[in-house]
């Protein structure tokens, strides 16, 4: 009824008076602080029937009508005539929430596909100064069962429900809307019930003539950040952030990646604005108040977390156009033609762009790709059609002033982000559990382009020390997830990706091996060709296919998806009684805590080989047992996971173990790169989880100072990196730190500086920290020496080695060194990201409890410190043993003013928490996490802290049991 009246209030009036009228709404007068506000001012000004529409309205005889414009969003009452259904026992719910019967199509977890859209038409009004916007929306659908709803996603978003209409588009007559509401109990949902059931086959136009959203200040939805200028005012922007759900938080939407159509964008904001979406711009027409309206190009399909938008002040593009008339522009906030980084991003894209075109045969489509960088953004790089939005701090790398680590990472993030338009944009994900699908493959293929770029690089021993180990690590903790959970469609963090992306790489490489590589090239080149989405089962399913049916792809390795964690496998050489020796091989659940035993097992393809035999042997372990015939000479090491290749573990009985160590010391280089990478990792992590005794793995180090290889000094330097953490406060911390530092120092001695070869440079880097970190007096004084000329001349330093020497200068300096890099910090000169956050992390290396207090006080005033760096300074600090308890004791002591100043940014107190609770040892120190979680009612952060406490519970208790063994183990060994 209400809307009836509103409806013939405004049907008389010309079209462009079709506002919304203004009503109180609370979304409006809050601002980022919380802050009463004035409401802003609609770009229109308010025709003055609105006025009266309103007073007309107020005075109204209908209380009800009053009711429903003050509070557009009420709850839903069921219609008497809907009998309720029988709940939908296939797709049960996955949370622990009490099960809600679900009795509507709006309570189902997917939006039934009765109807499908085809196409939207958005317009929003943008301004990166107001933190409201609103936007109007037509979207049309295609009916494929009778249903008199339409239902859309909606979050955070607000509709006014009287000026929504229907047409049914194939006869052009106007279907009448009985009632629009919105639920919300596990879900918010948009409903538009039509009086008369929607006819299949025909194609239906739903017309949202206002809603309003607010810019937050971190997603999902629109988001603000902000790029310190070199001189002047710092530049805002409004960008998206919309995976796994952030689009219903922009516009109402069916939001499903299965669900693809065609978008038709408008912006209006002001001309001096610069408004980036997925397509191309089109035109752009004058309005009044010095704004404007920029209509962009229709998109292809897309899913709605694809269609990416992005507005911004004073900044400039660098563009380059493909020989087939494609733009590349890359963005920034500094004058592209001082530095050559905004070149080298350029380049990096174009290059990623026809190396993968190359490798795959198929082209890139999109008419404009648009790289924009971002402050602070959470994730390394979100992936939008034809707008790829990179952290600043991983797009702007300058060939002679970044660190050769720097490089590769930023080379590594722009070649993903590229890759995802073949596998996540082209081909996407069909729900978001199957978003592992689309990660893995992409992922695969940003390292085969990353080889394009790198070709003196191998990939594979990269690719595994820099993905796969880190997602064995995140991987093995108590709440880690199923690839295919139904959990990604609530969140999906930076850890949860990375396990995505490693697990998911590592699965692949394990079909890859049974399928062999023609049928899988094939499979890939199936899934370009013929598919728009994809799930689990199609990815098996098309692998099948591609080797006529030979292999059940499904069948063998769906456990690794479905599964949350990874199995270890233990070989264990045996003599039977009759004098015949087998290996027995075991399956079990791998978790650094023994409390998750679980029953879960995998079908694991154990290739393994022994000295004497040039190829590895696989065996299907499908069991949690299998023996084999042990037919190795006696005395002979036997390896398992040979190449690497496998998302499990390896545990070996002691005299093996010994066999392997040994070998190692004698001649290291029978095993390749990543084995001894994969032995380093798996003994220390089996170590970690009490499954093996440390002594054992420290063995594995006893050859490190032959080793000359980036990679296993890698895994070896972040494992014991993480065994002194945890023996932080014990006896053997100095002899191991200096075991530690004269294994660096051998191995060092035989490189220099500036090394010609990639590999090398990144080792040097390497060695050259741990040296200064774990005391070597040489390379300490090395490291002062260049700071001093660096502080008092100007003098260069080389980028591999700066983060080194600026630790150890303000480690060993006092007030007037940390000034002089604070002032580094704050300089106007300073253009580069990867600079401003090199110098914050280095300030938190000083050994004064005063400088560092103070430094910790600021990230409290938001004046010094910015915002998106905060994170960063706790993470720095945690990472050093005299940082670490300051920065928890700072956090202990102030939660509630930390609380308060990032009450709307929860990921940087998640940030925080979890930077200085991960590391502790004592007793003393959990009592006090317990104390801190009964202050916090947020289930995230709580969970962040149960999961610390679990954690500090497991490193007391492993004190307890090998403390003894490591210094008894030290005492055996020259140190
Ligand atoms: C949607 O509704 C508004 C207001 O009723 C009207 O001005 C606009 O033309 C409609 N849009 C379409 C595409 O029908
Ligand atoms: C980028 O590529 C262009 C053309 O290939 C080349 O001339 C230029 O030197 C490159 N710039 C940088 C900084 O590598
Ligand atoms: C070490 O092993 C490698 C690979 O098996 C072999 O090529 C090399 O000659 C061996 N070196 C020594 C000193 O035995």
Known sequence: MGDGICEIAIDGLPSVARQAPPRIDPVNQLDEDGQMVAIPEEPYSIKRWQVFCIIFVILGAFGGVVYFIVLPIKSYKPPSVLKPKPGDPSRPFTDATPEIPKEYPWEQQRIPNDLQPYEYRLTLRLDVTKHVYSGSLVINLRCYHPTEYIILDIQDVRISDNLVSVIDLSTGKIQPVADTFQVSDRRTRYIISVADKLRVGSIYRANITTFTGRVTAEPPGLYTAMHRARRGRDRRMIVSGLKPTG?????????????????????????????????????????????????????????????????????????????????????????????????????????????????????????????????????????????????????????????????????????????HYWFGISVTAAWWSDLWVTEALSTELAYESLACHFPELSMDPIQLVESVLPAFLYDGHSETRSLNSEAWTETLDGSEKIVMSGKGLTILKMVRSIVYDSSYMRAKKTILASYGTINTSQLWDTLSQATDSFVNVSLVMNNWVSNAGYPYVTLRQTVEDNGARRIYIIQEPFSYFLTSRSTLHWNIPVAYKTKEQSDARVLWLNDSVKNISDDSPMGEWVLGKVDSNGFYRVNYGPGNWKLLSDQLLTNHTVFDVSTRASLIDDAFNLARASRLLIPTALDLTRYLDKEDDYVPWKAALRALHYLLTVLSKSQSYNSLKAYISNKVVVAMRRYKIQEDVIRRRLLYSELFEAACRYGDTNARKTAIELFRKWRTRRQRIDPDIRKSVLQEGIASGGQSEWNFVWRKYNSSSTTSPQDRQLFLTVLASSQQDYILYRYLGWTKDGFNIRREDVPLVFRSMADTVAGRELAWKFVFGNWRELQQRFADTPSIQEEILRSVSSQMTSGYELKQLRQLKELIDIPRLRRILERAEEQTDLHIRWLAGNEKYVSDWLGETDV
């Open 247 to 419: 689009a219903r938080h922009v516009f109402p939407c069916m939001d499903d990646p299965a669900m693809k159509a065609t978008f038709d964008v408008i912006i209006e904001h002001p001309s001096d604005q610069t408004a980036l979406t997925s397509s191309p711009s089109e035109s752009t027409t004058t309005l009044p108040n010095g704004w404007v309206r920029e209509t962009f190009y229709r998109t292809s399909k897309l899913s709605t977390h694809l269609l990416g938008f992005a507005l911004f002040e004073g900044m400039t593009e660098l563009e380059r156009f493909s020989s087939r008339g494609q733009v590349v522009r890359v963005w920034s906030a500094f004058d592209p033609t001082s530095s050559p980084a905004a070149e080298v991003a350029l380049n990096t894209t174009l290059d990623a762009i026809s190396n993968i075109k190359d490798l795959l045969g198929l082209d890139y489509l999109l008419q404009k790709t648009d790289v924009l960088p971002v402050p602070g953004q959470i994730v390394p790089y979100d992936v939008y059609s034809g707008l790829l939005m990179v952290r600043d701090t991983l797009l702007f790398c300058d060939v002679d002033d970044s660190s050769i680590r720097d490089q590769l990472q930023c080379a590594m993030a722009l070649n993903h982000a590229v890759a």
